[in-house]
């Protein structure tokens, strides 16, 4: 009999991606589906995860699964409450999904997996407290203090991309207008690289044919990489409005330090570097205080699988699941 394997699940706005995770947190094997989206039946996304979760796992039994899901998760670890991007509304989650699976599910939100991951593996190692920002099709957060995450008292705490930045601003995917993550995703990057289409033949002209329809957030950094000036320009955009809104958790929570993941971390100093430069003129007494270092996820995009994975490994051989 085949030895069975602990399969880590990120659930995204646009893609699912599940990897069999070995004990030290490698990814040993992956397999990716598109996610259905917010719109779609809740059974249609269920069927997508369990294709890549079954495909994942190649034929071997499963010993447990963590998911890593982009919304808002309740403090007992069973239901999604609400998530903008996908079609789960208050939804028993890891009860159904464990009895399809016949085998433990563990659940949280993506943010805090990633940075459990991180913490593990990662970029966290050694850092007394981190404030976690994962940039994708929105953004999500987690903050861990002394190896510890900061739940709150529903668990949904960390929810930063739905700060509201912009009173009355761009309308967002969980009802509301103005929020951060309008403003600093992969959605903003394209919304700010599309615009940009208008003003002459580019590079991103190029790579997308003429048609903004076409382009996506891997283009615009192939172009920002060789110095497409409209490309770096929505980097730039996304990166000061990240430096602002880490100014603002930076000011409630002084992190050790800040950690930056998801799909959009890729890009690196093409937004890191205006981040922290708005960080530094948008925090209160920069000039007299040391400022948080902002650093690039380790374990990239395949973060919240590795911290879903090690959290469900945890959950099942009694150990601490990081909080």
Request: hydrophobic letters at 45%; glycine letters at 16%.
């Amino acid at each position: 009999m085949r030895t069975p394997v602990w399969v880590g699940v990120d659930v995204g706005g646009t893609k699912i991606l599940a990897g069999v995770v070995s004990e030290d947190g490698a990814v040993l094997r992956t397999a990716g589906r598109a996610t259905p989206g917010r719109l779609a039946e809740v059974h249609h996304l269920e069927e997508a995860l369990t294709g890549a979760v079954l495909e994942a796992a190649d034929g071997a039994p499963l010993a447990a699964v963590g998911l890593a899901a982009a919304g808002f998760v309740d403090s007992s670890g069973d239901r999604v409450m609400f998530a903008p991007h996908l079609p789960w509304r208050d939804e028993p989650v890891r009860t159904r999904l464990s009895e399809r699976w016949s085998a433990p599910v563990f659940l949280d939100n993506d943010a805090n997996c990633a940075a459990v991951a991180e913490r593990e593996h990662g970029a966290a190692r050694g850092a007394s407290s981190v404030l976690m920002v994962t940039l994708g099709t929105g953004i999500g957060g987690a903050l861990l203090v002394r190896d510890t995450l900061v739940r709150g008292a529903g668990g949904m705490a960390g929810e930063f991309g739905h700060m509201r930045v912009v009173p009355g601003g761009l309308t967002c995917e969980c009802g509301g207008r103005g929020c951060w993550e309008q403003y600093c995703s992969g959605n903003a990057l394209l919304r700010a690289a599309r615009a940009s289409l208008t003003e002459g033949p580019t590079l991103l002209t190029e790579l997308c044919g003429g048609d903004p329809d076409r382009l996506t957030g891997p283009m615009v950094g192939v172009a920002a990489g060789a110095g497409d000036r409209s490309a770096i320009a929505a980097f730039t955009t996304v990166g000061e409005w990240l430096g602002a809104g880490l100014a603002n958790l930076t000011a409630a929570f002084d992190p050790a330090r800040v950690v930056v993941g998801g799909g959009l971390a890729v890009a690196g100093e093409h937004f890191l570097g205006p981040a922290r430069d708005a960080l530094a003129s948008s925090l209160v007494g920069a000039g007299h205080r040391d400022l948080p270092p902002i650093v690039v996820a380790a374990l990239g995009p395949a973060a919240g699988l590795v911290g879903a994975a090690v959290q469900a490994r945890r959950q099942v051989e009694g150990t601490d699941a990081g909080g």
